[in-house]
């Protein structure tokens, strides 16, 4: 399609086809920028320097002030899409968006219950893990289905390029999106429960000694004799010595974010944890997700902030 190709001037605008629309748009907005092209490298250096000057900002927010960097992340991850989504009338994000957040709002509160049960840990590792787990199972049929679409896959059902891409993008996006957040959300609710168990602390040493028996993470007995109620599961050494019950340390280190030990604070070495390589994708997804983050949370932020000042220089 030639874009340039002049439009009949004695068609009014609702009687141009749909090819002469998009050339008549088009030229207008050539018309409109002509001349401006002085602006519009201001407008791009602006931009330029909001990103890096705004990305050395957060990375020091983040390094000196990492808790209320990460409520503040976790917050925008929250409001921004469903804002956007709202004044775009996105229904459907807004109704999953909607059934996310009544249901973890449920397990937040649950989190933060003082006193806390002794099942709390578990069902809150066991919801953000389920959402970890079928955030990356969406974000890996929505990968598949895109390279698919690329190979021309779609042809062969007789389905146009566009419905499956369509697809495969919202199947990514909800992925990576309640990916990051369920993240988010989970660190926020392990610091919440590891205060009130009182094993661990952001900083000092803990409040409470540790037993040899007792799970750091939920608290609860590692080995429980007959007759006794407990929780029966596998354990995990750490190299530092200290045990927990496995499925309390693959949600600490997985769904809360953290790789320190739940007690002394040393290095998890993930490598060494994860042996099976069916385990480890886990840890590059987290990582994906975690990047993720930078693009749904900050990235508009940034964006409105260099409109802001091309705003007040008075450049459009």
Same mark, same amino acid.
């Given at each position: 399609?030639?874009?340039?190709?002049?439009?009949?001037?004695?068609? &009014?605008?609702?009687?141009? *086809?749909?090819? +002469?629309?998009?050339?008549?748009?088009?030229?207008?907005?050539? +018309?409109?920028?002509?001349?401006?092209?002085?602006?519009?490298?201001?407008?791009?250096?602006?931009?330029?320097? &909001?990103?890096?000057?705004?990305?050395?900002?957060?990375?020091? =927010?983040?390094?000196?002030?990492?808790?209320?960097?990460?409520?503040?992340?976790?917050?925008?991850?929250?409001?921004?899409?469903?804002?956007?989504?709202?004044?775009?009338?996105?229904? !459907?994000?807004?109704?999953?968006?909607?059934?996310?957040?009544?249901?973890?709002?449920?397990?937040?509160? $649950?989190? &933060?219950? !003082?006193?806390?049960?002794?099942? *709390?840990?578990?069902?809150?590792? $066991?919801?953000?893990?389920?959402?970890?787990?079928?955030? /990356?199972?969406?974000?890996?049929?929505?990968?598949?289905?895109?390279?698919?679409?690329? %190979? @021309?896959?779609?042809? %062969?059902?007789?389905?146009?390029?566009?419905?499956w891409m369509d697809v495969?993008?919202?199947?990514?996006?909800? @992925?990576?999106?309640?990916?990051?957040?369920?993240?988010?959300?989970?660190e926020y609710c392990t610091?919440?429960?590891?205060?009130?168990?009182?094993?661990? *602390?952001?900083?000092?040493?803990?409040?409470?000694?540790?037993?040899?028996?007792?799970?750091?993470?939920?608290?609860?007995?590692?080995?429980?004799?007959?007759?006794? +109620?407990?929780?029966?599961?596998?354990?995990?050494?750490?190299? /530092?010595?200290?045990?927990?019950?496995?499925? /309390?340390?693959?949600?600490?280190?997985?769904?809360? $974010?953290?790789? &320190? /030990?739940?007690?002394?604070? +040393? $290095?998890?070495?993930?490598? !060494?944890?994860?042996?099976?390589?069916?385990?480890?994708?886990?840890?590059?997804?987290?990582?994906?997700?975690? =990047?993720?983050?930078?693009?749904?949370?900050?990235?508009?932020?940034?964006?409105?902030?260099?409109?802001?000042i091309n705003w007040l220089?008075?450049?459009?």
């Open positions: 399609m030639d874009l340039h190709r002049p439009v009949d001037p004695n068609k &009014t605008y609702e009687e141009l *086809t749909s090819e +002469e629309k998009l050339r008549y748009d088009h030229q207008k907005l050539h +018309e409109m920028h002509k001349g401006h092209e002085s602006m519009h490298t201001t407008m791009v250096m602006i931009l330029i320097v &909001t990103l890096v000057v705004a990305q050395l900002i957060v990375m020091e =927010w983040k390094k000196r002030h990492y808790r209320s960097y990460a409520f503040f992340t976790m917050v925008a991850m929250w409001s921004i899409p469903v804002l956007m989504s709202v004044k775009n009338q996105w229904w !459907r994000f807004i109704t999953i968006w909607s059934i996310f957040t009544m249901l973890t709002a449920v397990v937040i509160r $649950k989190s &933060t219950n !003082r006193p806390m049960s002794v099942t *709390t840990p578990r069902l809150v590792y $066991k919801w953000f893990y389920l959402i970890y787990k079928v955030s /990356c199972f969406l974000g890996v049929v929505g990968y598949i289905l895109m390279m698919l679409t690329f %190979l @021309g896959v779609n042809l %062969l059902f007789g389905q146009k390029p566009q419905q495969a993008l919202m199947l990514l996006f909800y @992925g990576l999106y309640f990916g990051v957040l369920g993240r988010d959300v989970a610091d919440k429960m590891a205060a009130s168990i009182g094993y661990y *602390t952001q900083e000092g040493m803990p409040t409470r000694q540790l037993d040899s028996n007792v799970c750091a993470v939920c608290g609860n007995q590692l080995l429980v004799n007959v007759n006794e +109620e407990g929780v029966l599961e596998n354990t995990y050494k750490l190299t /530092c010595g200290h045990v927990f019950h496995e499925f /309390c340390i693959r949600g600490w280190c997985i769904v809360g $974010k953290k790789q &320190t /030990c739940p007690y002394c604070k +040393e $290095k998890v070495d993930l490598k !060494r944890m994860f042996t099976n390589p069916w385990d480890r994708p886990h840890i590059l997804y987290g990582q994906l997700l975690d =990047w993720i983050r930078w693009l749904v949370a900050w990235q508009p932020l940034i964006l409105f902030l260099a409109q802001g220089f008075g450049l459009e």
